[in-house]
């Protein structure tokens, strides 16, 4: 349906529009629509973007679910001062024993680095932080962040650099996330509680809005007819490009490449927090150096 947004954009030539109403020829409304707060996200056809001001952040969702596949977009964070906010790109399913794989980029005062936090929820159950910085200012440019789900494993990467390997590790008798369709979400909010210098930093109203852009949506994954029937994905005689081992397991120069940003750019990993974890998490054990 062509709204009014549209017929003024194309009046006035500036073809700004919320993100309810279609812009020909623009990605995201194939894929995605406005979750919530639609007036603070706004497609201008190629850029997508969500603002965050002392009203309202604002989320999309992806139009349909998916089980397994690779599901990719770009980002450009909020630049300058982005203290207090939180930008979130994440897979969920529904309910309280939910699954969930979370990017969350936690902003900061200008010039100072985001922190790129990721987690994992299995049945319900997160706690599974890992946080670094990035080797780019991601406040400058568009960066890829993916995940990549298959039957083997979770992984989360940037500009294609695998940053995060969460295994299946089923057979050693630890739960994973693989019979819930789940949703594609982003959105933007202020988490000033916690988000900057755990929280000593608050957000500063007076360089609100706070925006966050994306361009280049991309979802590769296996869409689910219905929540309740998932064989169309998940039998065992589907094999998909995500299910080949030279995909769902690092290449070798993927495995260097992890390896070269836990060493460089991690700063906190849950698997070696004594202090929260007094016993370390069952598949930190098996997972030798992830
Ligand atoms: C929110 O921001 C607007 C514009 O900067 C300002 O006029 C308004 O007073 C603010 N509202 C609150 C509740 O702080
Ligand atoms: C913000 O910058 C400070 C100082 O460089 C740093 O300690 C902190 O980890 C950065 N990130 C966040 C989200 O607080």
């Given at each position: 349906m062509v709204g009014m947004g549209w017929f003024m954009c194309m009046m006035m030539m500036v073809c700004v529009v919320s993100c309810g109403e279609a812009a020909p020829g623009a990605k995201f409304e194939e894929l995605y629509r406005s979750s919530w707060a639609m007036d603070h996200c706004v497609n201008d056809g190629e850029v997508t973007k969500l603002k965050l001001d002392n009203s309202s952040g604002a989320g999309f969702e992806s139009r349909s679910k998916y089980l397994f596949g690779k599901v990719?977009?770009?980002?450009?964070?909020?630049?300058?001062?982005?203290?207090?906010?939180?930008?979130?790109?994440?897979?969920?399913?529904?309910g309280s024993n939910h699954n969930e794989f979370d990017f969350e980029f936690l902003g900061n005062t200008t010039g100072e680095p985001y922190i790129v936090q990721t987690n994992?929820?299995?049945n319900g159950v997160g706690n599974r932080e890992q946080r670094l910085n990035l080797w780019f200012d991601p406040t400058t440019e568009f960066h890829t962040y993916s995940i990549l789900w298959s039957k083997r494993s979770v992984?989360?990467?940037?500009?294609?650099?695998?940053?995060?390997?969460?295994?299946?590790?089923?057979?050693?008798?630890?739960?994973?996330?693989?019979d819930q369709a789940m949703g594609v979400y982003s959105s933007i909010w202020n988490a000033d509680d916690w988000a900057t210098q755990g929280g000593l930093v608050k957000t500063d109203w007076s360089h609100a809005p706070f925006i966050a852009s994306y361009k280049d949506f991309k979802?590769?994954?296996?869409?689910?007819?219905?929540?309740?029937?998932?064989?169309?994905?998940?039998?065992?005689?589907?094999r998909f490009w995500w299910d080949e081992p030279t995909v769902s397991e690092l290449s070798l120069h993927q495995n260097h490449q992890l390896i070269w940003v836990r060493a460089n750019h991690m700063i906190y990993d849950y698997c070696f927090d004594a202090a929260r974890f007094p016993v370390t998490p069952l598949e930190c054990q098996h997972h030798r150096h992830l």
């Amino acid at each position: 349906m062509v709204g009014m947004g549209w017929f003024m954009c194309m009046m006035m030539m500036v073809c700004v529009v919320s993100c309810g109403e279609a812009a020909p020829g623009a990605k995201f409304e194939e894929l995605y629509r406005s979750s919530w707060a639609m007036d603070h996200c706004v497609n201008d056809g190629e850029v997508t973007k969500l603002k965050l001001d002392n009203s309202s952040g604002a989320g999309f969702e992806s139009r349909s679910k998916y089980l397994f596949g690779k599901v990719s977009i770009q980002i450009k964070l909020v630049e300058g001062d982005s203290a207090g906010t939180v930008t979130a790109f994440y897979m969920s399913s529904e309910g309280s024993n939910h699954n969930e794989f979370d990017f969350e980029f936690l902003g900061n005062t200008t010039g100072e680095p985001y922190i790129v936090q990721t987690n994992v929820y299995v049945n319900g159950v997160g706690n599974r932080e890992q946080r670094l910085n990035l080797w780019f200012d991601p406040t400058t440019e568009f960066h890829t962040y993916s995940i990549l789900w298959s039957k083997r494993s979770v992984v989360f990467m940037v500009d294609e650099t695998p940053i995060r390997v969460h295994k299946n590790l089923e057979d050693k008798g630890i739960p994973f996330a693989k019979d819930q369709a789940m949703g594609v979400y982003s959105s933007i909010w202020n988490a000033d509680d916690w988000a900057t210098q755990g929280g000593l930093v608050k957000t500063d109203w007076s360089h609100a809005p706070f925006i966050a852009s994306y361009k280049d949506f991309k979802i590769d994954a296996c869409e689910v007819p219905t929540t309740a029937d998932l064989s169309k994905c998940s039998g065992e005689e589907q094999r998909f490009w995500w299910d080949e081992p030279t995909v769902s397991e690092l290449s070798l120069h993927q495995n260097h490449q992890l390896i070269w940003v836990r060493a460089n750019h991690m700063i906190y990993d849950y698997c070696f927090d004594a202090a929260r974890f007094p016993v370390t998490p069952l598949e930190c054990q098996h997972h030798r150096h992830l």
